[in-house]
């Protein structure tokens, strides 16, 4: 119980540090003097600030570390209460909108997905835009990690909440000895290179709101527009351009990047080989597409083909789920691709989503070790990436992990399917979600949304949107007997 009592109290300190999220709506509606949108996201933060300190006042004795099994618990709990919290202002704002649908699009943001059952985008209130932008951006790299950043200054370790929040294959290796020293330089990384985006979006035409926008949306892999059309509506490619390098930048691990930063050197981009296999891939892939739709005559030279596939081809791969033309419309061949792209090509210790890239390579070297043990079964084959043996009990895990996978995008595939919803829609609705990639196809392709799902869809969508933001494991642990069990 004491335990319990000690998640409670977290999460009590987290809706107060979340609190301060909605200073950047207040602040936008002043600048656009929008009286009541101030007034909505006002109360938003009060409710959300009072029920944060209540509950840390209710439960101020429990304070301490948490052990693994509630590290984990705290995890889902706070991925699921934010986004309540969240709809609070599009709830006063839209007084159509039902509390499933601002559920899904406050889930999509913080899961940085991407996906939106909203239309109108061009004419919402800004600050209403800034603020599901805001959502992906700190997503993107987890309020989690912020919050371990800060909750040692109040009373509460960070460390199981750090591990429980990566559960990728190579978590337990720190960039610095102290965990909250690793969560601080990892979103002054996240935040330089935001403001890099935001700058260098502004110089190729973007106005200040757009740029900030996008920027928060790309650095989160986030893709929510401010604009039905997404960046179609820019017509840019110059603004495609920028955008396309921040999407991949993003896709790579962060760590990597600080260690560039930290080295003043190129090196580590050279010697991450999950990083070269998520470029390396991912061009080839637009590359491909461009001949292909030019082959089949979707545009009428190779370098419109070029410019299209490639736009799009990032942003589906990366899970970001930005736009710039409806590629429903194109032979299947080419989404299809697309959407299996975004099982697998961003890094582990990025903001995409999906199987990550570290994991498919482990699974192809683990098959080779296969064909090499049937040839010779005496022979001793480790398994390596980069140079550096993986353990097998390494190995394993990615093993349970794409089992699990798999089966989630099955039964979740088929529960779509039991509502009504015809096949392509179903699974690229799910792949979408569980890949936290953005739009699928059919009716939830890039022409339309969401909003065009019953509230059971809907919930199936959100369901799958937060297992994968969780990389499936930490939410389904709490849902076997042995956690229960003292």
Known sequence: MGRTLTVIHALGLMLVVF????LMPLVTALIYAQTDVFEDFLRAMLLTLASGVLMWILTRRYKGELSIRHGFLLVVVMWTAMPAFATLPLLFNMPLLSFTDA????MSGITTTGATVLTGLDYLPPAINIWRNELSWLGGMGIIVLAVAILPLLGVGGRQLFKAETPGPMKDTALTPRITETARNLWLVYLGITIACIASLKLVGMSWFDAICHALATMALGGFSTHDASVGYFNSPAIEAVLMVFMLMAAINFSTHFLVWRKRSLTPYRQDVEGLATIGLTLLSCVGIAGFLWWKGAYPDFLTSLRYASFNVISVATDSGFSNTDFNQWPLFAPMWMLLLSCVVAS??????????????????????????LLHPSAINPLKIGGHVVPNSVVFSVLGFIFLYFMSVTILTFALLISGLDLISSLSAVLACLNNAGPGLGVVGPASNFGVLTDFQTWVCTFAMLLGRLEIFTLLILFTPQFWRR
Do not use: H
């Not at 559920?103 to 406050?106: A, D, M, R, S």
């Open 19 to 22: 609190s301060l999220a909605y």
């Open 103 to 106: 559920y899904f699009e406050t």
């Open 348 to 373: 582990s210790g990025s903001t995409g989503g999906g199987i990550k890239m570290v994991r498919t390579l482990v699974l192809v070297k683990q098959a080779g070790r296969e064909f090499v043990k």
